[in-house]
Each structure stands twice: as structure tokens, then as C-alpha cells.
């Protein structure tokens, strides 16, 4: 599992290797997430990060790096480790681009979801005693905001894992699209162990067609499978 002290704000080498344009400037990108962190994610998830453009891994500190095609088919993104054992995002910039999808929103998926859960275990009761991972771009993933002018990725609050919650009684999500706990939008689905092994649901049948079509190897879905292997 990843070699890292939650009790410290973690640094995240920003890091890009891709021939192509990322949409937007890496120094612009990076700062559009730090503004991310700062006043829409860490004031409600308690997740403070510090980003910093980088030619290549640092020592002790996290990491995203971009580069041009996923290693993986379809991939557009996906977790992994630093050589340091530190949590890693790997963002497909080519792959992105190919499937009509910005690179400013995955990168900003991967990060919601990397500072809450770096080591993909955390997990909650849900509905019909389903146990659902704990990502907290998943359910709303097909939903996006602009910020500086750049799109980034709607995510869920803290609430939107408490079952006791009654819909429209709180917030549930940034972009305040989802209503009730546990909640998936259309575009959108969830992680769940379900019946002995880790599976999916989704938010609508166009959702799961697109996603069976996906190559999952190595994304946060499947390294959940290998890293918590099983729940008792």
C-alpha cells in the first residue's frame, strides 16, 4: 500500500511527458487545481494539497503525470505508486482527446479521488447493504464546472455517504446535481462489493454500455479489487 503520512499535506508533482497540448498550459492547469483544492475541495473534504510543476518525480511527494497514451486500451486514466511509494495519477492525454473528453476534468477526477481515498480502501454502507467505494468522482463523473475558464470535474461531499441523510436535506455534490445519498447520475456509476466481489451499478444503461466497452486494467476500480482483496 502507499507509503504515506495522512497526517501531513501531501505535494504533488505535476509532471508532464506528453508531445501533445494538454488543452491548456501545464503552469495554468496546475494553478486551476491548486484553486481546485483551496475553495471548492478541501473546505469540504479537509484534504489540503500542495501542487507543483515538476520535470520528474520528487522525493516524499505524490504525483500526476500526463503522458501521451494510455498503456492500458481506452484508459484514460488510472492509479498508481511513485517510485517512492507515494499515491500516483497517471492522466492519458491522447487517449483523452480521442474519446471527446478534456483533460483538465480527468486530471481533476483523479486528484478528487487520489486525496481522499490515496490508498483505495475506504469504503461505506450504502443501500440494499451494498458496500460502496469511497470515490468521489465516480457518481457524478459525466458532470463538469468551469473555474478560471478551465473545466473541471463536479465531485461528491462527505454526505453523499451518509445513508441517515434525507434527500434535499443537505448538499450531496459541488454542483448540488445530486439529491440524496448514494445517488448516480446518469453518466455516471459506483464501485460496489456486491455478493463476495467487487463489481459495478450505474446510473443508466447508456453508462454501463460505454463502460463495458472501456479497458478498466489498472484504473482505481481494479486496483481496488487487488489491494483490499475481498471483505469479511
Known amino acids: 500500500m502507499a507509503a504515506f503520512d ?17 488543452g491548456v498550459e501545464l503552469d495554468r492547469l496546475v494553478a486551476v487545481l491548486q484553486k ?12 489540503p494539497a500542495k501542487l ?34 507515494f499515491p500516483l495519477s497517471k492522466v492519458f492525454v491522447k487517449t483523452i482527446l480521442g474519446a471527446g473528453e478534456k483533460v483538465s ?22 443501500p440494499k447493504n451494498l458496500i460502496y467505494a469511497y470515490e468521489t468522482a465516480d457518481a457524478v463523473e459525466a458532470e463538469e464546472f468551469m473555474l478560471d475558464g478551465i473545466a473541471i470535474s463536479d465531485f461528491v461531499y462527505p454526505s453523499f455517504f451518509e ?33 463476495g466481489k467487487w463489481t459495478q ?11 463495458l466497452k472501456e479497458d478498466r486494467r489498472e484504473h482505481r476500480t481494479e486496483y481496488r479489487k487487488l489491494s483490499v482483496g475481498g471483505l469479511t
Open 6 to 22: 495522512r497526517g501531513q499535506i501531501p505535494r504533488i508533482a505535476c509532471i508532464s511527458k506528453a508531445t501533445v497540448s494538454l
Open 36 to 47: 481546485f483544492v483551496d475553495t471548492c475541495f478541501a473546505p469540504v473534504w479537509g484534504t
Open 52 to 85: 507543483v510543476k515538476a520535470q520528474g518525480f520528487l522525493p516524499g511527494a505524490w504525483a500526476m503525470v500526463f503522458l501521451d497514451d494510455a498503456d492500458v486500451s481506452h484508459a484514460l486514466g488510472y492509479h498508481d505508486l511513485t517510485p517512492d511509494g
Open 105 to 126: 476534468v480527468t486530471a481533476c477526477h483523479e486528484l478528487a479521488e487520489m486525496l481522499v481515498d490515496p490508498a483505495i480502501n475506504l469504503c461505506a454502507t450504502g
Open 163 to 195: 445513508g441517515f441523510r434525507k434527500p434535499d436535506s443537505t448538499q450531496f455534490d459541488y454542483m448540488k446535481k445530486v439529491d440524496r445519498p448514494f445517488q448516480i447520475l446518469k453518466g455516471g456509476y459506483m464501485p460496489v462489493f456486491k455478493d
Open 201 to 211: 451499478i450505474f446510473g443508466s444503461e447508456a453508462k454501463r454500455r460505454r463502460f
